[in-house]
């Protein structure tokens, strides 16, 4: 390789076959070789580093003895072809044992005249051929791996050329590099991006000890299966013991236990101070101060991690295939009916999956478990308090962003006429029709068997858009899953036969709500407040809300607030009638849509919504405006359970830490009244798969193969 590179080469292709042992090619566009010296070629101490005597004290690299091509030479049949740019045509010539050596017996030994391009291509062929022990102890893919390995390092090392490896009779190349790619890309593409994107440039020099270095390792994110250490010395590939070492005790309090990094170093040393004689092949390497260089690389290598690893990333991957997904239910279902007529079948422990949804949950292990196992028992002995539990503040005062106090109003249902039933929620639904999430009863009418038809198109094609978005893969999921509990704030766990996810049920509410409205249209319950609220007042809320984002420019709040009612005011024979807000004469809000039953929005979050309605909505198109309207009540109803907690640990400070029994925890609406609805209503799109709304994180079957190694 140094050969092609100290000839100026811009692009260097290697061919090899049967590892190097039948074939070993090497083709370089560098300055070539002169027909006058194609005879001393393959001689020993040949070499071109020297031109007079005094060249001996100036030689940049790791010396000389002019015997690899005479060594080839000795056991292989070597073929060169070079070309200079002053040469009319390409020179040829075959070499046995260091010498010029015929084609045929009996033709002449000289080079030959043939067609070629500027540069030399060296071929060795059937290696080892008079030395049958070694080449027996030789196997080709362990060359061809070793092969693989100089060619990367010095790809990496040398950004400005590019490399090429390929076996013979492969069309295209196992490794390929550019000359105009930077040294992160070069690395990339060896390694795979996924160490490319984790990489930390560092560079260290000293004038005291002679040295310059500069390099490449990756931080705390990335953590490989093997130390990969690439080492240049003046340009050259070696190996030092004491420098690896350095770099290992670096990321000792860095990565874990079994995980390595990749690292690349570069170092410029006077040539007087290596000694390169301590290794026949000059592959390691000893200079002077080593201690000395190597501790301040050491030093400022730790340095560059340590600032760059004060945080890590961890990255999840959606695991729903949508194809893996239908296929595994499908299977199951199969597993199901054999195993209905075989009674006696076994089934592994690995096999085994939850099936009641009643069994132990996570809040088992959770403090506090008899507070919230009593609130839940309160709840379930009477339903009727889950619809006025969560207005439990709203005779309280609250104080706006901007000091102002609104006394909100009680809800009050205006019906009683739609049933709250939870066993509905909790069918497993195989199919689904537009008409199955289409609830049968008319509130508004009173007539619990009739429900107002949709007509308008605009509604039609929102729903058609819903039903043809879905997700089969995540259908499935859904309606199978065990809930096995809350992990946090944000997700939920649950299970489906033997996999276990996490499901982020703020996303997953939001889409919810959304379909609610569209497939509701027109067809909702109403709770009344039992005093109407002046919008203006809530409107002049949200803009002192830093949420609301005003600023001057937008003018004065009055008038914002004015314009804002009044577009409401306007609009709300619309709102009433198709998304049941009612909206007095006088400008007050007096009531809200029930989207789910036993399930009410935040209160403190009408402000904003009222002013999202008034500003964010599509008033110029009919199928824009009821789809933004119905994305603005989204979110108002979507669930935000630390929004909750704060407003539950104001109300219980409120009341001097008297827990209120009609007050259910966020955990327990989440299990027993959002998840239903996954289950029996939710059609999820493409998307889960892409925003992490489901996550798969464990597989029984997997976890067993990793504790049989136990």
């Known amino acids: 390789m140094l050969h092609p590179l100290l000839a100026g080469s811009d692009s260097i292709t290697v061919s090899v076959d049967d590892g190097g042992l039948k074939m070993l090619q090497i083709t370089d566009t560098g300055h070539g070789i002169r027909k006058e010296d194609l005879s001393i070629v393959c001689e020993r101490f040949t070499t071109s580093k020297l031109k007079t005597f005094s060249d001996l004290r100036s030689i940049n690299t790791h010396g000389f003895r002019g015997e690899a091509l005479a060594s080839i030479s000795h056991v292989s049949f070597v073929t060169i072809q070079t070309k200079t740019a002053y040469d009319k045509c390409a020179w040829v010539g075959h070499y046995r044992d260091g010498k010029l050596h015929p084609k045929k017996p009996g033709a002449s030994a000289e080079p030959k005249p043939c067609a070629g391009n500027t540069g030399t291509t060296i071929t060795a062929e059937d290696l080892f051929y008079n030395m049958g022990t070694r080449k027996r102890a030789m196997y080709g893919r362990d060359e061809f791996n070793r092969v693989a390995h100089v060619i990367t390092c010095y790809a990496v090392h040398n950004t400005g050329i590019a490399f090429s490896l390929k076996k013979s009779g492969d069309n295209m190349p196992k490794i ?37 270095s500069s390099g490449y390792l990756t931080n705390a994110n990335y953590s490989g299966k093997a130390f990969r250490f690439i080492l240049f010395i003046n340009n050259r590939l070696v190996e030092s013991s004491a420098a690896k070492k350095a770099f290992e005790a670096v990321y000792t309090s860095v990565l874990p236990k079994n995980s390595y990094p990749y690292v690349y170093l570069s170092i410029e040393i006077d040539p007087q101070n290596i000694d390169v004689n301590v290794h026949p092949t000059k592959n390691e390497v000893h200079f002077l101060h080593e201690d000395e260089i190597i501790a301040g690389i050491q030093a400022k290598a730790q340095q560059t991690l340590y600032k760059c690893s004060t945080s890590r990333n961890y990255y999840t991957q959606a695991r729903l295939p949508g194809v893996d997904i239908a296929a595994a239910v ?38 506090n478990q008899a507070n919230r196992t009593a609130a839940e028992n309160r709840v379930e002995s009477n339903p009727a308090s889950a619809t006025t539990a969560l207005f439990t503040t709203v005779d309280s005062e609250k ?55 949709i007509y308008l198109s605009s509604v039609l094609s929102l729903q058609e858009d819903i039903c043809k978005a879905r997700h089969e893969g995540a259908v ?67 803009l002192d809300d830093e949420s609301s984002s005003w ?3 937008h003018g004065p709040k009055e008038e914002l607030a004015t314009f804002a009612t009044d577009l409401l005011v306007s609009k709300r024979e619309m709102l009433d009638d ?14 809200l849509p029930i989207l789910v039953d036993q399930y009410y929005p935040l209160l403190h979050q009408i402000p904003m919504f009222l002013l999202r ?49 009609n007050v259910p925890d966020w955990k327990f609406t989440v299990e027993h009244v959002l998840f239903p609805q996954l289950k029996s209503f939710f059609v999820p799109d493409q998307s889960v798969t892409s925003s992490g709304a489901i996550l798969q994180v464990a597989d029984l079957h997997d976890l067993y193969k990793v504790f049989e190694r136990c």
């Open 330 to 367: 499908e299977e199951v279902k199969g597993t199901k009916k054999v195993q209905e007529g075989a009674e006696n079948t076994r089934v592994y422990d690995h096999q085994l999956v939850r099936t009641d949804c009643n069994q132990t949950k996570l809040d088992l292990f959770i403090a």
């Open 176 to 212: 390929r590099t550019t000359s105009k790619a930077s040294k992160i890309d070069t690395i990339s593409n060896l390694y795979g991006p996924a160490l490319g994107k984790e990489l930390i440039e560092f560079s260290c020099d000293d004038k005291n000890f002679g040295f310059k």
């Open 476 to 542: 499935d999921l859904l309606r199978e899953h065990k809930f096995v509990g809350v992990a946090n704030s944000r997700y939920a766990l649950a299970q489906v036969r033997t996999k276990l996810y996490l499901f982020d049920f703020g996303k997953l509410s939001e889409d919810l709500f959304y379909q609610k409205v569209i497939f509701n249209f027109q067809n909702f319950d109403i709770f009344n407040f039992s005093e109407p609220a002046p919008l203006h007042e809530l409107i002049m809320i949200a």
């Open 399 to 453: 104080p706006g962003p901007s000091n102002k106090k609104m006394k909100l109003p009680d809800p009050e249902p205006a019906n009683s006429s739609r049933a709250a039933s939870s066993s509905d929620n909790k069918e497993n639904i195989d199919t689904i029709n537009v008409e199955e999430y289409i609830p049968k009863e008319n509130p508004k009418s009173g007539n619990p068997t009739h429900r107002r038809p």
């Open 613 to 661: 309605v008034a500003t964010e909505v599509d008033w110029d198109t009919e199928r824009g405006c009821f789809q933004s309207i119905a994305r603005e009540i989204a979110k108002l109803y979507t669930m935000r359970p630390i929004e909750r907690e704060s407003d539950d640990a104001a109300t219980q400070s409120s009341q001097n830490h008297v827990t209120d029994p």
């Open 578 to 591: 198709y998304f049941s807000i009612v909206i007095t004469k006088e400008g007050s809000l007096s009531g």
């Open 551 to 553: 600023n001057p420019d």
